[in-house]
């Protein structure tokens, strides 16, 4: 029997992906550090640039961190595109779409100095077209505003969906089931902001399910360019009762009856 394993043999991946680079994410960030957690953070540049600050339905007052405050907070974390200026995108050209996905992109790796690969849609609004122009841009998935609310992973990178909501009522059943689960390259991933935790009081709720996955030893933390990554090099390998072809350029692992597997980048190994 053959079973697909994540990165260093763990059955399980963990992620959280958290939009709009808020106050609050500072909080946050040292909640994932402190339980050796990975998180991916999708930002808008030009209201950074701006110091953007909005008034919540509850009366908070949201604001935005600058660019100074996030070039460190999110170290170690992935940064992902959702476009420079949060618009909603219904009625915007290709042109309009091209503009906010490209000059967010860029403006992501001048302050941050890294390859920025992901992209968020912001609100709830996705289309053919969109999810065209997020290929033009060289992105590599686009996370939609849906949930899948199942561990499955998602194989259509451009239509990602997370597991689920961080407000939606399931969220600790969800919690609880996944680390219960045994289902082969079983995921968990939390979408949110931040500033929910205030306006919700979630705050311990949600620590508590980040103890609890991050003391799992069966759980991998990964971002999403990681789980990306990782899954699509899982779909190229060829998987017979004779081998097991790896043909990409990431390790992969594998349970082969009882014995775990690391099978190197373009390596073939014999199963008999």
Same mark, same amino acid.
């Given at each position: 029997?053959?079973?697909?394993?994540?990165?260093?043999?763990?059955?399980?991946?963990?992620?959280?992906?958290?939009?709009?680079?808020?106050e609050q994410d500072v909080r946050f960030v040292e909640l994932l550090n402190k339980y050796n957690l990975k998180g991916t953070f999708n930002l808008n540049s030009a209201l950074m640039e701006q110091e953007f600050e909005w008034t919540h339905e509850s009366g908070l007052v949201v604001k935005r961190l600058n660019q100074k405050e996030v070039a460190s907070l999110y170290k170690g974390h992935e940064v992902a595109s959702h476009t420079a200026t949060h618009p909603y995108m219904d009625n915007l050209t290709k042109e309009e779409i091209l503009r906010e996905l490209s000059w967010d992109k860029r403006r992501l790796e001048e302050i941050f100095s890294e390859e920025v690969s992901g992209f968020a849609v912001p609100f709830d609004y996705y289309s053919e077209l969109i999810e065209e122009c997020v290929k033009e841009c060289g992105f590599e998935y686009?996370?939609?505003?849906?949930?899948?609310?199942?561990?499955?992973?998602?194989?259509?990178?451009? &239509?990602?969906?997370?597991?689920?909501?961080?407000?939606? #009522?399931? %969220?600790?059943?969800?919690?609880?089931?996944? !680390? +219960?689960?045994?289902?082969?390259?079983?995921?968990?991933?939390?979408?949110?902001?931040?500033?929910?935790?205030?306006?919700?009081?979630?705050?311990?709720?949600?620590? &508590?399910?980040?103890?609890?996955?991050?003391?799992?030893? #069966?759980? %991998?933390?990964?971002?999403?360019?990681?789980? !990306? +990554?990782?899954?699509?090099?899982?779909?190229?390998?060829?998987?017979?009762?004779?081998?097991?072809?790896?043909?990409?350029e990431e390790s992969l692992w594998f349970l082969v009856d009882e014995t775990l597997c690391e099978v190197k980048p373009k390596a073939k190994i014999s199963l008999k």
């Open positions: 029997m053959i079973r697909k394993f994540y990165p260093y043999g763990k059955k399980k991946a963990f992620n959280v992906t958290y939009d709009d680079g808020v686009a996370r939609i505003s849906e949930e899948s609310l199942c561990f499955s992973p998602q194989s259509d990178y451009y &239509n990602w969906k997370a597991t689920v909501f961080h407000l939606d #009522d399931s %969220l600790e059943e969800l919690a609880e089931r996944f !680390v +219960r689960s045994d289902s082969e390259l079983a995921l968990f991933q939390i979408v949110g902001h931040s500033y929910d935790l205030d306006t919700e009081d979630k705050w311990e709720c949600i620590e &508590n399910i980040l103890r609890r996955i991050g003391n799992n030893s #069966d759980v %991998l933390s990964m971002t999403t360019i990681e789980l !990306v +990554r990782y899954l699509r090099a899982m779909d190229k390998a060829e998987i017979t009762e004779e081998y097991i072809e790896n043909n990409s």
